[in-house]
């Protein structure tokens, strides 16, 4: 049987993947089953997903874990999701060792419960050394949130007289965001059918190639990355030039 991995030119691997995990609810409904399941579920599809992006070289996979938006869920949802990251979390950490992936986070972590903190914790010393990849977890994460925030901690810094207002250009609102360490990332993927945003990283994705599927997370896996990384290869990137630009550009 052919592998779609044989279909991916490994010298143009998407370095940073941004995925919007959506539809475990759904999948759950669709069974019959609690919504809880259903993000139980998505966990074993994230490490199937991080497992097939460690096979194609990706460095940076940022997952949209839970938005400040979803503390408005209902109360035992919202409990059974800082339980799960509490869980696994922690039991994924000799996973990611071993891959050498190194666990980080963007976001508000500071409303998080004290035991989700202390996996997070556990999890980011223990693979502080990993060098062949980086996980980042968006936990209590909007872009609205993170915006807001560099603008005040830019307006701070000119309060203060420690830069001048016409100091502040793309570059150095990008450093005060919450991935000011990452590339922008390559390619967002979102599953589960809904076409939007969601707030999330919308200043990192202006050029990112979007691609969105009908899969439910917790159904998604490595032939499903790999088809989105297939389709990522046979986009043109423009950034703003023409075609005969960027072809000129690649001889
Ligand atoms: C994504 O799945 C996981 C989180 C938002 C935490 P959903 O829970 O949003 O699933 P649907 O969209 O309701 O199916
Ligand atoms: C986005 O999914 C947040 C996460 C995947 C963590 P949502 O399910 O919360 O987004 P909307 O409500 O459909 O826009
Ligand atoms: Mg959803």
Same mark, same amino acid.
């Not at 779609?4 to 995990?21: G, N, S, V, W």
């Not at 839970?66 to 869920?73: D, G, I, V």
């Not at 609205?144 to 420690?162: C, F, M, S, V, Y």
């Not at 159904?219 to 000129?248: H, V």
């Given at each position: 049987?052919?592998?779609?991995?044989?279909?991916?030119?490994?010298?143009? $691997?998407?370095?940073?993947?941004?995925?919007?995990?959506?539809?475990?609810?759904?999948?759950?409904?669709?069974?019959?089953?609690?919504?809880?399941?259903?993000?139980?579920?998505?966990?074993?599809?994230?490490?199937?997903?991080?497992?097939?992006?460690?096979?194609?070289?990706?460095?940076?996979?940022?997952?949209?874990?839970?938005?400040?938006?979803?503390?408005?869920?209902?109360?035992?949802?919202?409990?059974?999701?800082?339980?799960?990251?509490?869980?696994?979390?922690?039991?994924?950490?000799? $996973?990611?060792?071993?891959?050498? $992936?190194?666990?980080?986070?963007?976001?508000?972590?500071?409303?998080?419960?004290?035991?989700?903190?202390?996996?997070?914790?556990?999890?980011?010393?223990?693979?502080?050394?990993?060098?062949?990849?980086?996980?980042?977890?968006?936990?209590?994460?909007?872009?609205?949130?993170?915006?807001?925030?560099?603008?005040?901690?830019?307006?701070?810094?000119?309060?203060?007289?420690?830069?001048?207002?016409?100091?502040?250009?793309?570059?150095?609102?990008?450093?005060?965001?919450?991935?000011?360490?990452?590339?922008?990332?390559?390619?967002?993927?979102? $599953?589960?059918?809904?076409?939007?945003?969601?707030?999330?990283?919308?200043?990192?994705?202006?050029?990112?190639?979007?691609?969105?599927?009908?899969?439910?997370?917790?159904?998604?896996?490595?032939?499903?990355?790999?088809?989105?990384?297939?389709?990522?290869?046979?986009?043109?990137?423009?950034?703003?030039?023409?075609?005969?630009?960027?072809?000129?550009?690649?001889?």
């Amino acid at each position: 049987m052919s592998d779609l991995i044989d279909q991916i030119d490994k010298t143009k $691997t998407p370095k940073h993947i941004a995925i919007i995990m959506d539809g475990n609810g759904r999948w759950a409904k669709q069974k019959g089953l609690d919504r809880s399941l259903g993000h139980k579920e998505g966990i074993t599809a994230l490490h199937k997903t991080l497992e097939a992006a460690n096979e194609v070289g990706v460095k940076y996979v940022t997952v949209y874990t839970f938005s400040t938006e979803n503390w408005n869920r209902p109360k035992e949802e919202v409990e059974a999701l800082m339980n799960l990251v509490s869980y696994s979390v922690r039991l994924e950490t000799p $996973t990611l060792v071993s891959s050498g $992936t190194r666990l980080e986070c963007i976001g508000d972590l500071s409303r998080l419960p004290k035991a989700a903190l202390e996996s997070i914790e556990y999890c980011k010393r223990e693979t502080a050394k990993g060098t062949a990849a980086t996980l980042i977890l968006a936990l209590n994460y909007s872009s609205r949130w993170e915006i807001t925030k560099a603008a005040q901690d830019l307006a701070r810094k000119a309060a203060n007289g420690e830069i001048r207002p016409e100091d502040i250009d793309a570059d150095m609102f990008s450093q005060h965001l919450a991935t000011a360490n990452y590339p922008e990332p390559d390619l967002l993927i979102r $599953t589960g059918g809904e076409q939007r945003i969601s707030n999330y990283l919308l200043w990192q994705i202006s050029y990112s190639e979007l691609y969105f599927c009908d899969t439910y997370w917790p159904d998604f896996g490595r032939d499903d990355l790999f088809k989105a990384i297939i389709e990522y290869q046979n986009r043109e990137r423009r950034f703003g030039k023409t075609s005969a630009q960027i072809q000129a550009e690649q001889v």
